[in-house]
């Protein structure tokens, strides 16, 4: 009875052995690396921002007088997120109202553009203002009496 039962111990330890060993080798594996390539194509253009100004409001221009400020909304009429870095409002370039002593872009003021810079999403808006003010020259400044400025808008 002892051999059969160190027999079967044999046995059952020998199993147990190529069991372990079997069960580990199922774990084993090859390392590897690899490159690869692809590619993905940006888009070519995007679409100038559109700028929408409103009536200004406050009181009449007039030298050192109130400041008027012009509400304005920036719309992304593009198909992706554009960023609005910044907007600058002038008078329009060679503008000038009067024969003698002519009003010009130079009888005003202009504060920068109070507005959130940032990613705009399609078809989004941002609205802002600004303000204008004309200044005091030591000139006539009688061609100024009821003039409309020109602004011009500019977004980037």
């Known amino acids: 009875m002892a051999k059969i039962a160190g027999r079967k111990k044999r046995?059952?330890?020998?199993?147990?052995?190529?069991?372990?060993?079997?069960?580990?080798?199922?774990?084993?594996?090859?390392?590897?690396?690899?490159?690869?390539?692809?590619?993905?194509?940006?888009?070519?253009?995007?679409?100038?921002?559109?700028?929408?100004?409103?009536?200004?409001?406050?009181?009449?221009?007039?030298?050192?007088?109130?400041?008027?400020?012009v509400a304005f909304t920036v719309t992304n009429p593009g198909s992706g997120v554009q960023y609005l870095s910044d907007v600058k409002v002038t008078v329009k370039a060679g503008w000038s109202v009067g024969t003698t002593a002519p009003c010009t872009a130079a009888d005003f003021v202009i504060d920068e553009a109070d507005i959130v810079k940032g990613s705009i999403d399609p078809a989004g808006t941002v609205a802002g203002t600004v303000k204008i003010q004309m200044i005091n020259r030591a000139a006539n400044q009688d061609s100024c009496k009821g003039a409309t400025v020109p602004l011009v808008f500019t977004a980037s």
């Open 11 to 69: 046995i059952i330890v020998t199993t147990a052995v190529l069991a372990a060993i079997g069960g580990g080798a199922a774990f084993a594996y090859w390392s590897a690396t690899g490159t690869g390539a692809g590619e993905a194509k940006a888009g070519t253009e995007s679409a100038p921002f559109e700028i929408v100004s409103q009536a200004a409001t406050g009181g009449p221009l007039s030298p050192d007088g109130p400041k008027q400020t």
